[in-house]
């Protein structure tokens, strides 16, 4: 274990490039607050406009909340091109805006919208058709949730709470990248990394591991298996 400890500690980081390992997983996710005090401490100075944080962070609510209709209006006052060139992100934000109606019930309204707005969509690009149809699906329902709130139909996963999510998320990546901005923070794809090397090494090697990744403290040695199991308390799957 002190061997291992001591070689770690001859490999060269730079503190610079941990702080900016922070700020920029603090910026992309939006923790505008964070990311202002983080600055002030580590005297690290952002490239990015960090109030431009607290806007992205306002459209990402209005998703998740179910209003697409003010998302739509907040991004077209912050990038009022950004839609007109993405039309499959445009065309996501319409439909989650159909599946919000139709959320709510109302048939007559969620059927106009997807008349005048989406359909259009589809006779230009065709490859948006199929999304549509199996969102105009939903009408066939006469009730979409149960009065627990659990989802009977078989599209359950348009209804959830992760489709919000993921709409949101394809939005926000378009906000950072128009600004020249990373999509996704590197903080989580060097955790990644890290656990998929250790699943590797479990196969063929004893060495001190780090289980926790929250507490980061080596551990072990782990003990190597002949039939390619691991050790670890979580599932990793290369990057």
């Known amino acids: 274990m002190e061997e291992w400890e001591s070689k770690l500690a001859e490999v060269p980081i730079a503190k610079s490039d941990l702080n900016q390992l ?3 997983y603090l ?3 939006g923790y505008k607050d964070a990311a202002e005090k ?30 697409i209709k003010s998302a739509i209006e907040r991004v077209n006052d912050l990038n ?5 060139t993405d039309p499959r992100l445009y065309f996501h934000l319409q439909q989650q805006q159909l599946i919000e109606l139709i959320r ?12 005048e707005e989406l359909a259009p969509h589809g006779e230009e690009h065709p490859e948006l058709l199929r999304e549509l149809e ?8 006469d009730n979409v949730t149960m009065a627990n709130g659990s989802h009977m139909s078989p599209l359950a996963d348009l209804l959830d709470f992760a489709h919000r999510q993921k709409t949101a998320n394809e939005l926000n990546a378009a906000l950072l990248a128009a ?14 990394l890290l656990a998929w090397t250790q699943d590797q090494l479990d196969k063929k090697a004893t060495y ?3 289980n926790n990744i929250i507490e980061a403290v080596l551990e072990g040695p782990a003990t190597a298996t002949t039939t390619g199991g691991n050790n670890s308390n979580s599932t990793a799957t290369r990057p």
């Open 38 to 67: 983080f600055s002030e401490e580590s005297g690290l100075h952002s490239t990015v406009d960090l109030g431009s944080i607290e806007e992205r962070m306002q459209i990402r609510f209005a998703i998740q909340n179910g209003d």
């Open 22 to 24: 922070i700020m920029n």
């Open 27 to 29: 910026i992309i996710e």
């Open 80 to 84: 009022p091109d950004l839609l007109d």
């Open 179 to 192: 600004h020249s901005q990373p999509k996704e923070p590197k903080l989580p794809a060097l955790l990644q």
């Open 104 to 115: 709510q019930g109302k048939a007559e309204e969620a059927l106009e919208f997807a008349q």
């Open 134 to 141: 199996r969102t105009m699906a939903l009408l066939a329902f």
């Open 208 to 210: 001190p591991r780090i």
